[in-house]
């Protein structure tokens, strides 16, 4: 999101927190959601992409509440309005093209009228066909989240990005020596699949679904059912779209729910939550990605000195930026009555690696702990032969891929993640191997170990971005060995 | 219950009523608090204007916290680190010379010039004030010590503006390296550089009482508008900006873009034979900012050497009517003789190199050298730094 996009959006959530109750903040936040996911969607070489990308997280959205609701739920007042305002968002960003001579919702001219009606009517044939067999087949909920999950390795991957790319320039006569593997920036895909799998997984309704669990959801009532607007306007909300918090969907309804009146109090807390994060993101951490360590400099840089001041720029530059967009977006979210999820808790300042790691983008955390670890664990843990020490290791370092797998299929996150996967394990064993042996009683020299174990956690944190931050894995080895000054 | 505490609350499958929670905080006036943040984003804005006109540029983290720059700041590239800003203040506060006291066995020497000076494709070791240096030559008893004081965009003025700042430096000489296209009258006001700084171009038009206006339309004089916050946050980012990109020169040296493929000066021509809408039928007399160069030349008090700077002499298509891109031959002969005429009866010290390197030794203009090229030219300069000095 760009300064104008927070600017409006700031704007906007004001104008609906002070002025709408009730049903009416549901629905305003609903087709503000929608139109947003056009609105930010970036430009994309591939003719009317721009349209069709967001077109299709709408589709996804709307196909995923059908198969996880219950039979004749559109059927309500609200679900049937809330199908006509995403309908009508649609076509009214469609209509566009015909009121401007600048794309003014688009990022390019959105495609005719008569292909935007044709894509709304095939897709609602499919929805219905789609939620039909899956009442009778369970195997198509599981299919719908293979479906995502393929999407996000294939637009993580900057390979088969780049395949899919040339795919689709072939199919439409373009070009194909200009592909490139950012053709097909999808906006907040990474977000939006999380929460659709989110709840696909925990509305899983039958003991025979593989990743079952939701028996006891749906007796604890973790998971209520949710109507259309609520539930598109959870999985699209407009703050959180593009980076973030991964909030769940009962936390969400339940605000949604709530009566809320904008009060000076929130305004103030909001705004104060705002501003704090403008300037993290648009001053501290722009100024800090000047001279963050990137690839051009881990060749160009003379000294270990210098490498050493660009890598902490980096890792301070990465975290203001994301802590600053998250800020933004609770701000944002505040003013309607949403309070998202925390998402850092001063991860440098902490200990050791796991602390790190339940500070440092807490929601992606919670969640691959919620939807990969615990399954992992279970599952390995059927292996009663393995030692301990084997099974913990396997986990940490699954779990850890994973995470590094979501921000991108390249050799250089698998390293960033065995990085911190093995620097879980470690830390673990010499924690266990500690407590047995030392007996610190001394206050004095505990202050001394827990600022030690700061610096030590943020410097293999540190040293861990350097995978991170760096394109091939030649050039991260290059500037760790110039980091330790081994020419 | 009172209606009025009965509240709307959306539930998923239908619309129910339930009792608000009393809630002790005033609900948000967004209309007193939308003119409340207006009024006050206007009155910090025209409180800006109050600091606007203070000579922030002068402060630096240049010669405290990152080593002095060899050369201006120029530019608009990341990745070379460096950026173009038209504030002179903030130039030389980043620039090496500011940050290194004079040593007693050190003979200052000043380059002023365009962008050959600055040394456009050549690292700064490369430039004429970097080869210069590295040939640890002694001029009057004392070691010749360089400065890189050139700057892209052609323009007489620009140059004697630059001068005239550096002239509280202490040179023991200045070197000017110039060419017929910093010459013309309609080039002098044009440079970006000059536009932005008419309080300066005021002053130098007053103490070398040059023939320019000071009201020329040209120059860019700020109004009240001009300096509040919101016009002046690209200026104050760009200074932000500087200071940041010191750390980047720092770490690798690097305050330029080296492209590894560059188009080639032009070498073949179209038969045109206009200079600056002048036709060979005409003269240059009197169409030259001569007192300009006049300014220059006396600033200084000290011994000026003026250089007619190497220019790339093609042996391509219509290379009888053209000597490049810039020149149709016509007009820079007559120049030449010009200069010679000029630099002959003020006394000045005059040295023409014009012709000195050879069509393969131009990189991307017809006055850009490569590094060899430039070092003919740190030859012949260095003795003339060498013969001139007192």
């Known amino acids: 999101m760009g300064l104008t996009q927070i600017g409006a959006s700031i704007l906007t959530a004001l104008l609906v927190g002070a002025w709408t109750r009730g049903t009416t903040r549901v629905f305003f936040l609903l087709a503000l959601s929608v139109l947003a996911v056009f609105w930010f969607q970036p430009a994309v070489p591939l003719r009317s992409f721009d349209f069709w990308i967001p077109s299709l997280s709408i589709f996804l959205v709307v196909l995923i509440w059908f198969i996880t609701s219950p039979v004749g739920a559109w059927r309500t007042r609200q679900n049937i309005l809330g199908l006509a305002v995403i309908a009508g968002i649609v076509i009214l960003v469609s209509l566009t093209r015909y009121f401007f001579p600048d794309p003014i919702l688009t990022a390019t001219t959105p495609p005719r009228l008569i292909l935007v009606v044709g894509f709304i009517f095939l897709t609602a044939v499919f929805i219905a066909s789609f939620t039909y067999l899956s009442r009778r087949f369970v195997v198509t909920l599981s299919l719908v989240i293979i479906t995502l999950l393929a999407i996000l390795i294939i637009l993580k991957s900057p390979t088969l990005s780049l395949q899919l790319s040339v795919f689709f320039r072939t199919l439409t006569n373009r070009p194909t020596d200009t592909a490139s593997a950012l053709d097909l920036r999808w906006l907040g895909f990474s977000y939006i699949s999380f929460r659709l799998i989110h709840i696909l997984r925990d509305k899983s309704r039958t003991p025979q679904f593989p990743l079952s669990g939701s028996v006891r959801d749906k007796q604890t009532g973790r998971l209520p059912e949710l109507s259309l607007p609520e539930f598109a306007t959870y999985v699209v909300f407009f703050p959180s779209l593009s980076a973030g918090p991964i909030d769940r969907a009962e936390r969400f309804a339940g605000d949604l729910k709530k009566d809320f009146a904008l009060t000076q109090e929130e305004t103030l807390l909001a705004g104060q939550r705002i501003v704090i994060g403008l300037f993290k993101k648009f001053v501290i951490a722009d100024a800090l990605a000047l001279i963050a360590l990137n690839d051009a400099l881990a060749v160009q840089v003379r000294t270990a000195d210098w490498m050493w001041i660009h890598l902490y720029a980096y890792a301070f530059q990465i975290y203001f930026d994301f802590s600053g967009y998250t800020d933004i977006a609770i701000g944002i979210a505040r003013l309607v009555g949403i309070k998202l999820p925390e998402n850092f808790a001063g991860p440098y300042t902490k200990p050791n690696l796991a602390q790190f790691w339940n500070s440092w983008h807490m929601t992606l955390t919670q969640w691959i702990r919620s939807y990969f670890f615990n399954l992992f664990n279970r599952w390995i843990r059927s292996y009663k032969s393995l030692p301990a020490w084997t099974m913990l290791l396997a986990g940490q370092l699954a779990t850890m891929l994973v995470i590094g797998l979501w921000h991108g299929v390249t050799v250089n996150f698998i390293l960033w993640g065995a990085w911190h996967g093995l620097g879980l394990f470690l830390q673990n064993r010499w924690s266990d191997f500690a407590k047995a042996r030392f007996n610190i009683n001394n206050t004095r020299l505990q202050s001394v170990l827990q600022v030690g174990g700061v610096i030590l956690t943020f410097h293999f944190v540190a040293l861990g971005w350097v995978f991170f931050a760096l394109s091939e894995p030649a050039l991260s080895f290059g500037v760790m060995m110039k980091l330790f000054g081994i020419p | ?330 007009a820079f002969d007559e120049f030449r003789a010009l200069l010679d005429e000029h630099t002959s009866s003020r006394g000045y010290h005059y040295v023409g190199l014009w012709d000195l390197v050879p069509m393969t030794e131009f990189t991307n203009s017809g006055v850009h050298l490569t590094p060899f090229g430039e070092s003919m030219l740190a030859e012949k300069v260095g003795e003339a730094i060498q013969s001139f000095c007192k």
């Open chain 2, 1 to 330: 219950m009172d209606d009025r505490q009965l509240t709307m609350v959306y539930r998923p499958s239908s619309i129910v009523t339930q009792p608000n929670m009393m809630n002790p905080q005033p609900s948000l006036r967004l209309l007193p608090l939308l003119l409340k943040a207006t009024l006050l984003f206007v009155l910090f804005n025209f409180a800006f204007t109050f600091i606007s006109g203070l000579s922030l540029g002068k402060f630096s983290l240049y010669h405290s916290v990152f080593p002095g720059r060899e050369r201006f700041p120029f530019g608009e590239s990341q990745k070379g680190y460096n950026l173009s800003l038209f504030n002179l203040d903030a130039m030389f506060a980043s620039h090496v010379l500011v940050g290194t006291p004079k040593e007693t066995n050190e003979y200052r020497v000043f380059l002023i010039g365009d962008s050959s000076v600055w040394g456009t494709l050549l690292t700064p070791e490369q430039t004429l004030a970097g080869q210069l240096n590295s040939q640890n030559i002694s001029a009057c008893g004392k070691t010749v010590h360089a400065y890189n004081l050139g700057y892209p965009y052609i323009s007489l003025l620009q140059e004697v503006m630059i001068l005239d700042e550096a002239l509280q430096y202490e040179p023991d000489m200045v070197v000017w390296l110039t060419t017929l296209e910093s010459f013309p009258r309609d080039k002098q006001l044009a440079a970006p550089l000059v536009a932005n700084s008419p309080e300066r171009v005021k002053q130098l038009i007053t103490n070398y009482q040059l023939p320019l206006d000071p009201n020329d339309p040209s120059l860019n004089h700020a109004t009240l508008w001009d300096q509040t916050f919101v016009n002046q946050r690209k200026d104050l980012a760009n200074l932000i900006r500087l200071q940041i990109y010191g750390a980047l020169w720092a770490s690798t040296g690097i305050d330029q873009f080296y492209p590894e493929d560059y188009e080639r000066a032009q070498t073949d021509f179209e038969a045109d034979y206009e200079f600056h809408g002048i036709k060979p039928n005409e003269t240059l007399q009197g169409k030259l900012s001569i007192e300009i160069l006049d300014a220059g030349m006396n600033a200084a008090g000290v011994p000026t050497i003026l250089v007619n700077e190497p220019i790339l002499v093609s042996d391509g298509v219509n290379s009888d009517i053209r000597y490049n891109f810039f020149y149709p031959r016509w």
